[in-house]
């Protein structure tokens, strides 16, 4: 069972997951603005430097409708933005919210994206970040922004 993949097939598929991060990096998706009234958040890693803001357009059947990204950060944090917004635009809040939780467990070495189930699409070539903790707040990022903006837009729009 343990024994799928041979040692160079398994360092192949690192080779090209990483070439997949670089290639985001240096042509990230979705890399623009979107004007108002489209949301803006901002997310900001100080551990690394990775300084971003992100825009989404939710329609009123809570389609993500359109979603970017601007900033300035390293490879990872580029990456994971650009491969974020490719992921959910087209998915409604709940599904994002889950491919969230996916992609937490995924840097957190709770899932294996070639044994369980998952919705991350290409997200999966982070699957090996969680050797490097330093950079799953890298990989994280975007989530974040995207999570704790979309809560604070929640709690603003109810009145006590
Ligand atoms: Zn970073």
Redesign the pocket.
């Known amino acids: 069972m343990f024994g799928v993949f041979c040692v160079n097939s398994t360092q192949n598929m690192q080779d090209i997951y990483q070439q997949m991060i670089l290639e985001h990096n240096k042509n990230p998706r979705n890399f623009r603005e979107i004007p108002a009234p489209a949301e803006k958040f901002e997310g900001y890693?100080p551990?690394?430097?990775?300084h971003l803001w992100l825009y989404i357009k939710v329609n009123e059947n809570n389609i993500i409708e359109d979603i970017s990204f601007q900033g300035k950060?390293?490879?990872?944090?580029k990456a994971s933005a650009s491969l974020m917004t490719t992921q959910l635009k087209g998915k409604n809040l709940e599904e994002a919210k889950s491919i969230f939780e996916e992609f937490h467990k995924l840097l957190i070495h709770e899932l294996d994206p070639e044994l369980d189930q998952h919705n991350l699409g290409k997200l999966k070539v982070f699957s090996g970040i969680w050797k490097f903790p330093a950079?799953v707040?890298?990989a994280s990022?975007a989530w974040h922004t995207l999570k704790s903006g979309l809560e604070g837009k929640k709690e603003s729009v109810k009145t006590e």
């Open positions: 890693n551990l690394c430097g990775d950060g390293c490879a990872i944090s950079r707040k890298c990022l």
